[in-house]
């Protein structure tokens, strides 16, 4: 809530971040809604957006998380499905692999999602990494994390659902 009311009181620009319980959801959505005026202008043209991580790779909702995207999709605020599987831990070790694994992720966020509450904005998060193979730490800005971010625009662009991915980062 801090790091939102801070952005809310230093920006015009749209701010999304993550939350991590149903009372930070509302709590920033009160906040929102007061600049906005209320809450259903604040869903009319949203500045606000969040980030939930409810994947576990592989394949697996967290329920305390899905508890979150559960209360921000009925809010109408639009959230970014973040899903992380890291190539030869918990997804397989190919590009190809992870990238299929992912996609799965995301559609069952986005399916999940829309069964809630039909036409809900949503964002295609992906995230893919890779594991160090020496200690199955997780290793970001390879080669590999370009291609898959790629991809993943390429995977969102097809299925006409916005796309929600990380850049410019290094090891």
């Known amino acids: ?4 009311y801070a952005a809310i009181s230093n920006t015009s620009k749209h701010i999304m971040g ?6 930070d959801v509302k709590d920033v959505i009160d906040v929102a809604s007061i600049v906005c ?18 994947m576990v790779s592989p394949l ?3 329920p305390q ?6 209360e921000i999709v009925r809010k109408g605020i639009p959230v970014a499905l973040s899903s992380a599987p890291m190539a030869g831990a918990t997804s397989p070790i190919t590009m190809a692999g992870t ?17 809630i509450k039909t036409g809900a904005p949503v964002l295609y998060g992906g995230i893919p990494g890779m594991a160090d193979m020496h200690d199955l730490s997780y290793k970001a800005g390879g080669v590999e994390f370009g291609f898959m971010n790629a991809a ?8 006409d659902v916005p796309n929600y991915c ?6």
């Open 60 to 62: 697996t909702f967290d």
């Open 166 to 171: 990380s850049a410019g980062i290094t090891e």
């Open 37 to 54: 005026g209320d809450e259903e202008k604040l869903k009319e043209k949203p500045f606000i957006s969040f980030v939930t991580s409810w």
């Open 65 to 70: 998380v899905t508890k979150t995207l559960i």
């Open 99 to 115: 990238l299929t694994q992912l996609h799965a992720e995301e559609l069952s966020g986005i399916v999940f999602s829309q069964l």
């Open 1 to 4: 809530i801090n790091e939102f």
């Open 152 to 159: 993943i625009s390429q995977i969102a662009t097809y299925i």
């Open 18 to 23: 993550p939350v991590n319980t149903i009372q």
